[in-house]
């Protein structure tokens, strides 16, 4: 089948076996932009794990940056030795819907909690 060479903009009476698309007028608009990654993440709740994409923090220096970009309190006081393995940078007092509330902060430390979230920058 070819395709009708000068197409109304009102519906005609003959059946198709597929939709068409009705007619534009104005060309499409320009695409969108890519998207855009964030540096910085704070992951769900008791997940010890990074999303895909992100990695782990575990120096003071990055840490004190992502909660920066976050807008989250960098408790300094409550990091631990950074050369411990498990070592991450994370968030306090994370809600069970995953939102900070007035006593979150983050820290490096291996002693996070159930009510903490890991704060990962993207690889």
């Known amino acids: 089948l070819e395709p009708t060479q ?5 519906p005609t ?12 007028l104005e060309p499409a608009p320009d695409p969108t932009s890519a998207p855009t990654i964030k540096l910085f993440v704070v992951q769900e709740r008791k997940l010890d794990s990074c999303p895909k994409g992100y990695k782990a923090i575990t ?4 840490c004190k940056r992502a909660s920066v970009y976050l807008k989250i309190k960098y408790n300094r006081a409550e990091n631990a030795n950074a050369l411990r393995s498990s070592t ?14 007035p006593h979150s902060a983050s ?4 002693n996070h909690w159930e009510s903490s979230a890991w704060i990962c920058q993207s690889k």
């Open 107 to 110: 820290r490096l430390n291996w």
């Open 13 to 24: 009476s003959n059946l198709t076996l597929e939709p068409t698309p009705n007619p534009t």
């Open 88 to 101: 991450v940078c994370f968030v306090t007092n994370v809600s069970y819907k995953g939102k900070l509330g």
């Open 6 to 10: 000068n197409p109304t903009l009102e």
């Open 59 to 62: 120096d003071a220096k990055t």
